[in-house]
């Protein structure tokens, strides 16, 4: 009996350790993103004063569905550009600055993790982000915003440089026992578009190096079971020089294989696919777009077994929330900003006796463009102006013309800047515009825009509107672009607009938005051909407030004001370029 009582007595010791050694333990985790959101947080246009598909109004409600269904197993984050955009952040950033900014309320009412900075988050100036960054209340990632004023590395327990004050490096989140780490970097080609003040006490590294050095940081000292890279800076391509790339996450995935999954955004494309990278392994890079139309979500589940991380489970889908139900709790609870908002857009500032249209602005002189550049050269007293349409079909009807149209007059907070130019560099500038928006004709059937061959309707159209913001036209001159000319001959300068001879060896005063002065788009750089570092000993004058500010003023001190083009330029030969401007213009616009 006492043997048989020892024998079961051992079975049963090795059926429990046996079953110990399986012990299998899986852990579902979602994570939501939304990126370049520009402040379209409500579902209204406060530009277009109608109703606004997507928005954070109907993410939250796609956001509320997901948290019924994951508990606290569900992460939200933002990957920045949420502090220009829609008026309301405008009224919010400059009119209400005594206010909590509506950005910081919408991301602490919805409860996000973590957020990152935004080119477009800088660009409003030191007093408009140091307080955001104050009032957001999840963390704020900036890996490689780091202070100017310090060592190359801080060696206090092995960290890299330090960040600016009020941001992370890096986030840490615990779920079921899953350790998560959240890097966050910005774009750092923020130099090639902002003044100097506007960035003072930060540098920006270049990112892949940066991703490396908080890579083995983390692992080193968080050692966490996820890493996710949450990245304002597009896939690849955008501004390259020997320093840094504008979008370099495909970049970080290749080479810095201990990422899971990058979140990014910036470059206003969705992207949802995974890269090899160095190790061999495989990293899911996923992007939302703009807008807050989709959400970016990644799905993963981990298999622990015997308490040791054996298999990790992801996979990433685009999801749309262009018409999702409306939060109507989200909208109540900030009515009274809504109401402020949509009292300060509908104010009257002025009249139109015609329309303006942006898409006129690709095919020759436009009243919209040439409106701001009148307005430009009446405001600084300048010789020249260049000037970009910001959008690619904004229309402004004829009659009472209010203060949200002028955020669809002019979309961004630039300043106004007047620079030396001579006039051999005012042409390459034109030049290097030109090629950017005209093709090279060969024959009659060619295109006169520079669209895509092998791609159709919105695809066309989508890569063409991208970059509307570099198309720069001048007023002041008379001068012809020839579309059978290669690129770099095509711009010949016939006169100043008023009759005085042009000289390509005087010097001129030019205006322009302080994106482009500052280099924005490489039309001076590497078009005009002048060095970036002595842009700032070109400008000559500057405003204090921004460009819309002064275009206001303006307009309301004219009261009527009828819009009409310069007729300063134009595309030859003609024969050749009248009817491919039309082809073009139905294959972007339509009928």
């Not at 110990?20 to 209204?44: L, N, R, W």
């Not at 600016?164 to 080609?189: C, E, F, R, W």
């Not at 990790?312 to 018409?323: L, P």
């Not at 198309?471 to 008023?498: H, N, W």
Request: hydrophobic share 35%.
């Amino acid at each position: 009996m006492k043997r048989t009582a020892i024998l079961a007595t051992a079975v049963a010791l090795t059926l429990s350790a046996a079953t110990a050694q399986t012990t299998t333990k899986k852990v579902s985790i979602k994570v939501i993103e939304t990126s370049d959101v520009h402040g379209h947080f409500f579902p209204y246009d406060f530009m277009d004063k109608k109703p606004l598909k997507g928005t954070l109004a109907r993410v939250n409600t796609y956001v509320r569905q997901q948290r019924r269904l994951m508990g606290d197993h569900l992460l939200l984050i933002d990957n920045g550009d949420i502090l220009q955009g829609q008026p309301c952040v405008y009224w919010s950033n400059y009119v209400m600055p005594e206010d909590e900014n509506l950005a910081a309320s919408v991301v602490n009412y919805m409860g996000y993790d973590a957020e990152t900075v935004g080119n477009h988050d800088i660009e409003p100036g030191h007093k408009v982000y140091d307080k955001w960054i104050r009032e957001v209340r999840c963390p704020l990632l900036g890996a490689n915003i780091v202070k100017k004023e310090q060592p190359a590395r801080d060696r206090l327990k092995g960290r890299p440089t330090q960040v600016y004050d009020g941001l992370q490096p890096y986030s840490v989140h615990n779920i079921d026992g899953v350790k998560i780490a959240i890097v966050g970097m910005l774009t750092p080609a923020i130099p090639n578009w902002l003044t100097k003040n506007v960035w003072k006490g930060m540098e920006f590294e270049e990112m892949v190096g940066c991703a490396k050095k908080w890579a083995k940081y983390i692992k080193e000292y968080e050692q966490p079971d996820l890493i996710f890279g949450l990245f304002h800076s597009g896939k690849e391509g955008g501004i390259v020089t020997p320093e840094y790339e504008e979008d370099a996450t495909g970049a970080v995935a290749r080479e810095v294989p201990e990422f899971d999954v990058i979140f990014f955004g910036h470059d206003h494309q969705v992207h949802n696919e995974w890269i090899t990278n160095v190790a061999g392994s495989k990293t899911l890079i996923i992007d939302p777009s703009c807008y807050a139309q989709n959400v970016a979500v990644a799905d993963i589940e981990l298999t622990y077994v015997n308490g040791q991380l054996t298999k990790k489970d992801i996979s990433g889908e685009i999801v749309s929330v262009r018409d999702e139900q409306i939060d109507q709790q989200m909208v109540s609870h900030f009515q009274p900003q809504i109401d402020r908002v949509k009292a300060y857009v509908d104010r009257r500032i002025g009249r139109f006796e015609h329309p303006v249209y942006t898409r006129e602005s690709f095919f020759g002189n436009s009243a919209f463009t040439d409106l701001i550049h009148n307005l430009q050269l009446q405001i600084s007293k300048a010789d020249i102006s260049f000037n970009a349409p910001l959008s690619f079909n904004t229309v402004i009807n004829a009659g009472d013309v209010t203060q949200g149209d002028m955020f669809k007059l002019y979309r961004f907070e630039n300043l106004l800047y007047v620079l030396r130019m001579t006039g051999e560099e005012v042409r390459k500038h034109l030049e290097f515009s030109y090629d950017m928006w005209t093709n090279t004709m060969t024959s009659p059937s060619d295109h006169a825009l520079r669209l895509n061959d092998n791609s159709k309707g919105d695809q066309q159209r989508t890569g063409f509107q991208y970059y509307t913001f570099n198309f720069d036209s001048a007023c002041g001159i008379d001068y012809e672009v020839d579309l059978t000319k290669p690129d770099g001959q095509k711009v010949r300068i016939l006169k100043m607009s008023d009759g005085q001879p042009f000289d390509e060896k005087r010097w001129y005063r030019v205006v322009m938005n302080s994106y482009r002065a500052n280099g924005g788009g490489e039309l001076l750089t590497r078009g005009a051909g002048i060095p970036k570092d002595s842009l700032e000993g070109r400008v000559v004058f500057h405003t204090e407030l921004d460009q819309r500010h002064y275009l206001t003023q303006e307009i309301e001190r004219m009261g009527t004001v009828a819009p009409r083009p310069n007729h300063n330029w134009r595309f030859v030969p003609e024969e050749w370029v009248k009817p491919a401007l039309r082809r073009d213009s139905l294959t972007l616009f339509g009928k």
